[in-house]
C-alpha cells in the first residue's frame, strides 16, 4: 500500500438535472443535502442519501421534528462512481433520508426515512424503489444480516429495534430493549448485534437470535455512529457531546479508550487495512487517529463549511 497524504481528492457537487435521470417532471437543476454513504461492489459506487432536495417541485421545508402527516417532500438516494468521481444516478426515496446500508449479496439498498417514517427497498440492478415499509417514529440506523435475509432497523423516536424479513418484508420487534435506539453494526458472522442508545449513553450487546441484551456499556454523552473493526473484536463509537471517540473491546465489552475529537463528532469509519479511524464532524472537520489496541491522534484535515 502506497503512502496515504491525507489531501483532498476531489468535492463532487451534489448538482443534478432530474429531468435526465428518469423524473421528467422535474425541470432544471436539483441540489441535493448529503447525509450518509454506503458502498457496493467493492467499493466501486457509493449510495449518498440527501436530506433534503432543492429545486423546482420541492417547496416544502426538511426538519427534524416531522411526521407524515405533515407531508414533506420525498428526496434522493445518489449513486456515485468512485473512479469517474460522479453521479450517475438519483433514485426517489422518501422524506429526509438519512442511514444507508447495502446488503452483502449487493442486490438491494436500505434508506431510513426519517420524515415519512418508513424504509426503502432500492433495487441495485434497475436503480428504482421497490418497497417502502412503515417501521415508525424516526427511522436511523441499519444493520443487515450476513445472508442478506434481515435487515434491523433502530427506530430513535421509540425504544424499539424492528427485524425485517428482506422476503416477506414482515416485522418482528424487540421493543423496550433501550432509550433513543440510533445506530447498529453486526458481527462478522451474524451472531450478535450492536446499539447505541444515545438517550442513556450506552452501547449495547446483543444476542441476535433471542434479541435479548448481554450488556450495555457506558461511552460517554449521546453515543450515536458506530463503526466495527472487519474481525469483529472492536467497536468505535461517536459520542456526540462528549465530544470524544470510544473504543470497545467486543467480546467482554470493555470500553479501552476514549478519546477527545473536535465539537459534535456525528460520522465515523474504520480502515482495516491502515487501522485508521475517521471521524466527521458536524462543524466540517474529519479527524483520523491512530487504532493500535488504543485510539491515538494521528491526523487531522479542516473542510469547508457548507
Known sequence: MGLISF??????????????????????????????????????YAWISNYKTFGHGFPRAARDKCNPNQRLDNSFVYKVDTQSLSITHAIMVGAVPKYVAVTPDQKYVLVTNWCSWDVSIIDVNTHREIKRVPVGRYPRGIAISP??????????GTYHIARLDLKTYKLRWWRHIGRLPRHLNISPGGRYLYASFSGE???????????KVIKKVRTGRAPRSMIISKDGRFLYVV??????????????????????????????????????????????????????????????RKRRKR
Not at 445472508?147 to 430513535?156: K, N
Not at 467482554?252 to 487495512?273: A, E, F, N, S
Request: glycine letters at 6%; hydrophobic letters at 30%; zero cysteines.
Open 7 to 44: 489531501k483532498l481528492v476531489k468535492t463532487i457537487p451534489d448538482t443534478v438535472y432530474l429531468a435526465k435521470m428518469g423524473y421528467p417532471k422535474y425541470k432544471g437543476r436539483h441540489r441535493g443535502s448529503p447525509v450518509e454513504a454506503a458502498f457496493s461492489h467493492q467499493g466501486r
Open 201 to 211: 449513553q450506552r452501547v449495547a450487546k446483543i444476542d441476535i437470535n433471542s434479541g
Open 147 to 156: 445472508d442478506s435475509s434481515y435487515a434491523y432497523i433502530a427506530v430513535m
Open 239 to 300: 459520542n456526540y457531546f462528549g465530544p470524544s471517540v470510544t473504543q470497545i473491546r467486543t467480546a467482554d465489552m470493555k470500553v479501552l479508550h476514549t478519546h477527545k475529537t473536535r465539537p459534535r463528532p456525528i460520522g465515523i469509519t474504520y480502515d482495516d487495512q491502515t487501522h485508521h479511524v475517521w471521524v466527521a464532524s458536524y462543524r466540517g472537520s474529519l479527524e483520523v487517529f491512530k487504532s493500535n489496541e488504543k485510539i491515538a491522534p494521528s491526523k487531522r
